[in-house]
């Protein structure tokens, strides 16, 4: 089986410092500059969703966004606060509340500044 070590999501904004805030500041994710027209925010230490801006990298951001980026929150965490925290500051809530779903546990989907969908979840273990 081939090794790797990190994993990255592309995703492509009109204005790659719209997606700042949400990412940083809301999700609290860390923030890395690749270039002045590359952000990855590292959801773990191996694992990264890069924010390009469109015209630089290999696509263009479009209006269609065929993708979901799951993000899964620790045991420990509070999901109830994180989805308060986003519909207070105005986020885009796609779930009226925190749901429990049989498969994946608690979960929630908003959207992010340029409109891809972002799925919170909270799997029990």
């Known amino acids: 089986m081939t090794q790797f070590n990190r994993a990255y999501t592309f995703i492509y904004y009109k204005d790659v410092k719209e997606a700042e805030p949400f990412y940083r500041d ?5 923030l890395e500059y690749e270039s002045d027209w ?17 015209g630089k990298g290999f696509l263009e951001a479009m209006e269609d966004k065929p993708v979901i980026l799951c993000i899964g929150l620790k045991d ?3 999901i109830f606060a994180l989805y308060d925290k986003l519909k207070d500051a105005g986020v885009k809530m796609h779930t009226s509340m925190v749901e429990l779903r049989e498969t994946e ?3 929630f989907f908003c959207e992010d500044p340029e409109g891809y ?6 799997t029990p273990k």
């Open 26 to 30: 809301l999700l609290g994710l860390r």
């Open 76 to 78: 420990e965490a509070d």
């Open 38 to 54: 590359v952000t990855r925010f590292w959801v773990t230490d191996d694992y990264a969703i890069g924010a390009v801006q469109s």
């Open 117 to 122: 969908i972002v799925e919170i979840v909270q």
């Open 105 to 107: 546990g608690r979960i």
